[in-house]
């Protein structure tokens, strides 16, 4: 029997799951390098944008890697279950997603519900566009997803 034939798929596949996450890593520290630099053009600061939002306390890297990534890995879950192919299609679920993630569940209820909501499907569109950013290999891909995220968190 031939066994390196029944390896090879399972090898692609863990090569494109790997292609993936590096992507989402690469289109999340995009995102975080645009918040960041957004955040020292803004002369409120961070801080108190934040606490217009009512989400004070929580790092912006937080907001990034553990809220938008994770609303966007259920919105990618979605699109692919219902195998959605239209741009606009993916972009309204994202936008859904981020408005039901950021606005419902990220911090309980308060005055800033709508605010937050908004951000929230504001930061999925982006991840959605770092997604179609990196989607193919170059060397920009690990160099978003590994240095520019360490270079974010350093300088602010």
């Known amino acids: 029997m031939n066994f390196e034939h029944q390896r090879r798929p399972q090898r692609a596949s863990r090569m494109d799951v790997g292609a993936y996450a590096l992507s989402k890593l690469a289109g999340?520290?995009?995102?975080?390098?645009?918040?960041?630099?957004?955040?020292?053009?803004l002369p409120l600061?961070?801080?108190e944008l934040l606490a217009a939002l009512g989400v004070s306390g929580i790092p912006l890297e937080h907001i990034v890697y553990?809220?938008?990534?994770?609303?966007?890995?259920?919105?990618?879950?979605?699109?692919?279950?219902l195998?959605?192919?239209?741009?606009a299609a993916q972009a309204a679920l994202y936008a859904a997603c981020g408005l039901l993630f950021f606005g419902g569940?990220?911090?309980?209820?308060?005055?800033?519900?709508?605010?937050?909501?908004?951000?929230?499907?504001?930061?999925?569109?982006?991840m959605r566009?770092?997604?179609?950013?990196?989607s193919k290999p170059t060397l920009w891909v690990p160099f978003f997803a590994l240095?520019?995220?360490?270079?974010?968190?350093?300088l602010y």
Request: glycine fraction near 10%.
């Open 66 to 81: 553990g809220y938008a990534m994770t609303a966007s890995l259920v919105a990618d879950a979605i699109t692919s279950l």
């Open 129 to 134: 566009w770092g997604k179609e950013l990196f």
């Open 147 to 154: 240095i520019v995220p360490l270079v974010c968190v350093v």
């Open 28 to 41: 999340a520290g995009a995102l975080l390098m645009l918040l960041t630099a957004f955040f020292w053009l």
């Open 83 to 87: 195998r959605i192919r239209s741009r």
């Open 45 to 47: 600061g961070k801080n």
């Open 105 to 126: 569940f990220m911090a309980g209820s308060s005055p800033e519900l709508w605010l937050r909501a908004a951000t929230g499907a504001l930061l999925l569109l982006g």
